[in-house]
């Protein structure tokens, strides 16, 4: 009997049905930035994801979701010669904010004011987000090292000057990433007038993506300098970071050590902006789909994870119970260091540099953390940072297809500063 092509078309017809359907479901994940400003701790920030090119594949060559890891990236930058005969008597002042996301990009806009103006750095205090949550940068942060990392660059003092008050003193707010322009046309002017500036940086995008300014090769290799050569935590809450990675290491001994990192704060999630919107977008995911989305992508229930919200909740169980080895801070910190680094400031330090080390790292919250994580593991060649999507029931899904265009495009500012 002979076929009828009545049936062939029908069935070229729905063969092309499918490969449409597949083609048009797209990732939903907050890796485009769109700009918005950005004025206090903890903001979301809303992402659309407008070009579906995958650029980076990777070979799990049979052994799961996991990567093995680059190593480090070398430096791209020279340290510029500071002319001393050039140096100006005024100082610039500021203060550490809203967490170790934000230090990184305060201190780097501070050193290039002072850099720019020819005035001394005086070295920040860290204000909390409550008030009278205040502490000396050594509290969190090597002061040493600070200090010698800037050494020939910019002159640092570690106390503020007695002289130092609001007579004489022009305090400015500074936008993130500043540009040479910008302090010739806003903060010079009042530097000259005042004597000494005191700055506070804001936040009109949480974009952390290369840009092509035109800025002199000097204003780049501070700002890489400034970024990703100034801040080292200081011995206690190092060895406190370093107690919780082993111990992380430890629990996933069946995968050779690795473990997964997921930054999963309740309260963000619960923030009014963090609901899905009409067109599909998203910028955060509950503990639910995060644990569908590693699952889907192949990690087996011997995963160890860990998770930046401070204490165990009853709505992270879904996470427990398809990966029974998650924990939380208060899970893995060693008993006689809780009193004192169970505390908030801290414990954002702690998140931010365990997910700094871990060796995946999954930002269910979008934002400026994500971006200065991100960052710091491309410098460090940790470059598996997976960012979420919904996966369809019935799919499994590659690791490739997932990764951060931060590292997939290479258009992260680090790019620019380590090659």
């Not at 029908?10 to 490969?19: E, H, I, K, R, S």
């Amino acid at each position: 009997m002979g076929i009828d092509p009545r049936q062939i078309v029908a069935g070229v017809l729905t063969v092309t049905m499918f490969v449409m359907l597949g083609n048009m479901i797209k990732r939903d994940h907050f890796d485009a930035p769109i700009s918005h400003h950005v004025n206090h701790a903890g903001s979301t920030q809303r992402f659309d994801d407008n070009d579906s090119e995958q650029s980076l594949a990777l070979d799990n060559g049979g052994d799961g979701p996991w990567k093995e890891q680059s190593g480090g990236l070398k430096r791209c930058w020279s340290t510029p010669v500071y002319e001393e005969a050039e140096e100006s008597k005024g100082y610039v002042t500021f203060s550490l904010t809203n967490g170790p996301e934000y230090h990184v990009s305060q201190i780097a806009d501070a050193v290039v004011v002072a850099r720019y103006l020819k005035a001394s750095l005086v070295v920040p205090d860290i204000r909390g987000s409550q008030p009278g949550d205040w502490r000396n940068f050594g509290d969190i942060y090597d002061i040493e090292k600070f200090v010698n990392s800037l050494d020939g660059v910019v002159k640092v003092v570690k106390t503020q000057p007695s002289e130092l008050s609001s007579k004489n003193l022009a305090v400015l707010r500074v936008p993130n990433r500043v540009t040479e322009d910008y302090i010739a046309e806003n903060i010079e002017p009042a530097f000259r007038s005042k004597g000494n500036v005191r700055l506070a940086t804001y936040f009109p995008s949480v974009n952390m993506k290369k840009v092509k300014p035109e800025q002199s090769q000097e204003r780049k290799s501070i700002g890489c300098l400034a970024t990703y050569g100034t801040l080292e935590l200081q011995p206690d809450v190092q060895e406190v970071v370093d107690s919780m990675v082993d111990r992380l290491k430890t629990l996933s001994r069946k995968s050779d050590g690795q473990f997964v990192a997921v930054d999963l704060r309740l309260d963000m999630l619960e923030h009014k902006g963090c609901q899905e919107n009409g067109g599909g977008s998203k910028k955060c995911y509950s503990p639910q789909e995060i644990a569908l989305f590693l699952r889907k992508l192949g990690f087996d229930k011997d995963t160890a994870i860990y998770l930046t919200q401070s204490r165990w909740d009853s709505s992270l169980d879904a996470v427990k119970d398809l990966f029974p080895k998650s924990y939380t801070k208060e899970g893995i910190m060693p008993m006689d260091k809780k009193s004192k680094f169970l505390e908030s400031e801290y414990e954002k330090v702690i998140d931010f540099y365990i997910c700094s080390q871990s060796d995946v790292f999954v930002p269910a919250i979008s934002g400026l953390f994500y971006a200065n994580v991100a960052g710091k593991r491309i410098a460090t060649g940790k470059t598996q940072i997976l960012v979420p999507a919904n996966i369809p029931p019935a799919s499994s899904a590659s690791v490739a297809n997932y990764v951060s265009r931060y590292v997939s495009k290479k258009n992260h500012m680090a790019y620019s500063c380590f090659c």
